[in-house]
């Protein structure tokens, strides 16, 4: 298994809607690494215990605590770059946040991949899952803002729809050492 020099740490961010399979893919993307962190943003956001509140409908609060957990994604993923570890992170995204890790990160190696099945192969896994109506609702609305914007963001798109986990985990992981 080929790995990456601590000279050439990455930081990978992997984004997509709700059941796209950015923890999934996160976790096992570490796991080819010698030394690696996974931060997961939800876990990030969940550390607001009062006052926290859901990232839509769109409001000020929400703008407020999203900036918030991807600095303190940012940060933490500093300490394990400093530490010598490559550093994936789990976020759902949009062009405010990615722009935020992009400046972040603008002296280090940075590559964002959008995991976007198509919105059948999403609402297949939710079946599995037993998701909510809800969910599926705002992850039909996320599909369709990510299948909007994206040509226009520095992302590499990745439909994973027909893919395996390992399949998909490849492709990002062989673009990681190019």
Known sequence: MSKINNKNLVVCLIT???????????????????????????DLHKMIIGGRVKPYP?????????????????????????????????????????????????????????LLPTLEALFKRFDKRGINEELRKRTQELHEKYMLRKDELNWQIIDSSNQTLEETTNQIFEELIK
Request: net charge positive; aromatic share 10%; charged share 25%.
């Open 16 to 42: 997509g809607p709700s059941g796209a399979g950015k923890s999934s893919v996160a976790k096992a993307l570490a796991l080819k690494f010698e030394k690696s962190a996974v931060i997961n943003a939800d």
């Open 58 to 114: 769109w409001n000020e609060e929400v703008k407020k605590q999203l900036f918030l957990r991807a600095q303190n994604a940012c940060t933490l993923a500093n300490n394990f770059l400093e530490s010598g570890y490559n550093v994936i992170i789990d976020c759902i995204v949009g062009r405010t946040q990615l722009k935020q890790f992009q400046d972040f990160f603008h002296d280090r190696k940075i590559k964002v991949f959008l």
